[in-house]
């Protein structure tokens, strides 16, 4: 069974005060985290507001690398997180020792530089960016073929799901790209109906800048879209 959810994030032009007060409104009891913009102050602010939601989950976390083990644990019993998730150690070396927690964090995939076996063999697993895999099969990256040849040898366990553009979209570097954290149209989701079942994992998280409010729109629709492909957990 595969859940499809909501995620409060700390990047672009994501507010997450208001994404927040969104989740305690609309009465949501399970919800995704991106910490990756916040520093340790601004993640205490975090936590401190989402504390205040009665019963909330967050089954799903992007860490930094520059998070302690104790944060982590702290996560895992306040919120029941499940799963962590952090980007190839290669382009983010860790700051500390995760022990046995090791086996609950992922190791997320990106172009550059793409993730290694051993690193996907040390720790939990794959969390499959359908995005940023879509982006390089876009660019005929070499990074395509790379990252699909270790999705066929390791169990992909969750997922990361951003827009892809119709068009290129210039990012700050004066890159361009496909993929982008910022939804405009649904059919920018069309794209992962290309790729089979053994692609999604327990959880397809949106990683995405809109309001909660869009996200469940977007949910709506990922779940009718991928209701002939996948059997989906039904939403809370």
């Not at 009465?27 to 009665?54: D, H, M, T, W």
């Not at 019993?77 to 609950?104: A, C, M, R, V, W």
Request: hydrophobic share 40%; with cysteine.
């Amino acid at each position: 069974m595969i859940k499809i959810l909501p995620s409060i994030t700390t990047t672009g032009v994501a507010n997450w005060q208001e994404n927040i007060d969104q989740v305690a409104s609309l009465g949501i009891n399970e919800v995704a985290l991106f910490v990756s913009f916040a520093q340790e102050i601004e993640r205490k602010e975090i936590y401190k507001k989402l504390e205040k939601i009665p019963d909330l989950q967050i089954p799903f976390c992007h860490i930094r690398s520059d998070m302690p083990k104790s944060e982590l644990l702290y996560l895992k019993q306040k919120f029941n997180t499940d799963l962590f998730n952090i980007h190839t150690l290669k382009s983010h070396p860790l700051e500390y020792e995760y022990g046995e927690l090791k086996k609950s964090i992922l190791i997320e995939n990106h172009a550059h530089p793409v993730f290694s076996e051993q690193e996907i063999t040390e720790f939990g697993g794959i969390c499959l960016d359908l995005a940023h895999l879509e982006n390089a099969r876009l660019e005929s990256s070499e990074a395509f073929e790379k990252t699909v040849r270790l999705i066929e040898k390791f169990s992909v366990r969750a997922n990361h799901l951003s827009a892809i553009s119709f068009t290129p979209v210039r990012i700050e570097n004066e890159e361009f790209r496909f993929d982008e954290h910022l939804d405009h149209n649904f059919r920018e989701f069309d794209y992962i109906l290309r790729y089979p079942d053994n692609y999604f994992g327990k959880y397809i998280i949106l990683e995405l800048e809109n309001s909660i409010n869009f996200q469940l729109k977007i949910r709506d629709y990922l779940t009718k879209i991928l209701s002939q492909k996948l059997i989906l957990a039904m939403p809370n």
